[in-house]
């Protein structure tokens, strides 16, 4: 599976079957943790095995079952939205491994995650993993105009980009961010609310899978 189609084919999926995660798709998991903590100074931790963080948790929305396995997000203060793209990294990563997530910032039971956690750092966010028993549903779209710039005289490679960045998740699937474009210079920023610039980092790893990354510059 390209990123691509990982990132076409993800989405968040609660109900997971109750089986430990392949033996060989854990070593290309702590592989993957490795690169993203090298290159971002996160401190990003898996567990497996350890069911106890979606156990007691019977919220009408964000109830979990079978899940045994996650990432626990852990960073320095004010890394809101590298923990948001290193995270999506990991998140498509182990789509194209077969496995399926569901970022959680709220519906987990908070004494049942037990991270190494330094001086400086915290726990921002995890990331439940595991064999879906579906492979969840699209979510519902904003429009193009209300999150971005894009006309009909904008580049493909720009369309695309927002394509990509409006099938990511965000939480309550609140979309709020917005991009704009002057020629090969793009920004994107975080609107009010809460866990938004999670949200910002998790959409700009999307936007450059779509745009391509070749193609354009942040500013
Ligand atoms: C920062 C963040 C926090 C989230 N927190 C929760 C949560 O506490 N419980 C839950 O069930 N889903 C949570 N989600 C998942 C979102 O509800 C989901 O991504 C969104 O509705 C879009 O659906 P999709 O991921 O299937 O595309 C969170 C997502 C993000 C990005």
């Not at 990511?168 to 994107?188: C, E, H, I, L």
């Not at 700009?204 to 745009?211: D, T």
Request: aromatic letters at 10%.
């Amino acid at each position: 599976m390209t990123i691509k189609e990982a990132l076409e084919q993800r989405h968040s999926v609660r109900q997971f079957e109750e089986k430990s995660i392949d033996e060989e798709l854990v070593v290309k998991l702590k592989a993957g943790i490795e690169t993203v903590n090298k290159e971002s100074g996160l401190h990003v931790q898996m567990f497996n095995d350890e069911p106890e963080a979606f156990q007691a948790n019977k919220p009408s929305y964000g109830q979990f079952s079978g899940c045994r396995n996650y990432f626990a997000m852990v960073g320095g203060k004010g890394m809101d939205e590298k923990i948001g793209y290193y995270g999506q990294q990991l998140v498509l990563f182990s789509q194209q491994l077969g496995l399926n997530t569901c970022w959680v910032a709220l519906t987990y039971k908070k004494g049942g995650v037990n991270p190494k956690i330094s001086s400086g750092e915290k726990l921002y966010i995890i990331i439940a993993l595991g064999y879906g028993k579906t492979q969840g549903a699209s979510h519902k779209l904003k429009e193009m105009s209300a999150v971005s710039d894009l006309s009909s005289d904008s580049p493909d490679w720009y369309r695309n980009g927002m394509e990509a960045a409006l099938l990511a998740p965000t939480a309550m699937n609140q979309q709020k961010f917005r991009f704009s474009r002057s020629g090969n210079k793009v920004s994107a920023k975080a609107g009010m609310g809460f866990y938004t610039k999670i949200d910002l980092g998790i959409v700009k790893y999307n936007f450059e899978i779509g745009a391509g990354k070749e193609n354009f510059i942040w500013v």
